[in-house]
């Protein structure tokens, strides 16, 4: 079965950086479609960005463009997401994920193995 295990989270200030890594087992990146999806407290999981492991084409969210990264290490099997420029409404607990059947929408629902999550914290 895919598992997928993330790192990478901490307390930061605005504006400051980090590098969330997803190590994935059981199943190549190659044969997976994978995202990054995250959740503040009192709201909902969101979407972040997706991409097939292969595929040129990333589709992310408007808040995501520019300031966050979704890239690969195929032959490590993992995930990176780099995030730059963070606010206050970046914090919360970022996840990933990622599935076999290769979802063809960045939604939550269409995937079905998925991290523990890694928390991102964001204050002066």
């Known amino acids: 079965q895919l598992r997928l295990v993330e790192s990478g989270g901490a307390l930061v200030q605005p504006g400051g950086s980090l590098k969330l890594s997803c190590t994935a087992s059981?199943?190549?990146?190659?044969?997976?479609?994978i995202g990054w999806f995250r959740q503040a407290p009192g709201k909902e999981r969101e979407a972040v960005s997706c991409?097939?492991?292969?595929?040129?084409?990333?589709y992310e969210r408007d808040f995501a463009r520019g300031r966050f990264r979704l890239s690969t290490d195929a032959a490590k099997n993992i995930l990176f997401l780099e995030l730059k420029e963070l606010t206050p409404e970046d914090e919360g607990v970022y996840y990933c994920a990622a599935d076999p059947v290769r979802p063809t929408h960045c939604l939550d629902a269409e995937y079905d193995f998925w991290g523990q999550g890694t928390q991102v914290t964001v204050v002066s």
């Open positions: 059981g199943f190549t990146l190659e044969q997976l479609t």
């Open positions: 991409m097939l492991s292969y595929d040129p084409i990333k």
